[in-house]
């Protein structure tokens, strides 16, 4: 683990939820309609993390396309080879293993 801990939990948010202020997400705006987030907590720092709708978005984009990427990751696990041991054909190499090519 790296020593700086950030903590985002996102809930269900109201309308009178927003309010104006500043962006902490990536357009860092001011002045402008933001979300409470939730809390922020690092070494140095504790405060409220608020975000704008844009910024929202694109932080859920990012977090549902991580939960894809695992998912892909567990089906991908069992048809996972390291490709141990090699055998050559023809002048090309194959792996023993899974039977796939393997260019070197
Ligand atoms: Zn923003
Ligand atoms: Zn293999």
Same mark, same amino acid.
């Given at each position: 683990?790296?020593?700086?801990?950030?903590?985002?939990? *996102?809930?269900? /948010?109201?309308?009178?939820?927003?309010?104006?202020?500043?962006?902490?997400?990536?357009?860092?705006?001011?002045?402008?309609?933001?979300?409470?987030?939730? /809390?922020?907590?690092? /070494?140095?720092?504790?405060?409220?993390?608020?975000?704008?709708?844009?910024?929202?978005?694109?932080?859920? *984009? *990012?977090?549902?396309?991580?939960?894809?990427?695992?998912?892909?990751?567990?089906?991908?696990? /069992?048809?996972?080879?390291?490709?141990?041991?090699?055998?050559?054909?023809?002048?090309?190499?194959?792996?023993?293993?899974?039977?796939?090519?393997?260019?070197?």
């Amino acid at each position: 683990m790296s020593g700086v801990a950030v903590q985002i939990g *996102l809930r269900a /948010p109201s309308a009178s939820d927003w309010v104006t202020g500043r962006c902490w997400l990536y357009c860092r705006r001011e002045n402008v309609r933001v979300l409470w987030i939730g /809390p922020l907590r690092t /070494p140095v720092a504790e405060g409220d993390l608020y975000a704008c709708g844009r910024c929202i978005a694109e932080l859920m *984009l *990012l977090a549902r396309e991580e939960e894809r990427r695992r998912d892909l990751e567990e089906l991908a696990a /069992p048809y996972r080879c390291d490709h141990r041991e090699l055998e050559t054909r023809d002048r090309e190499t194959f792996c023993r293993g899974c039977g796939r090519q393997i260019y070197l």
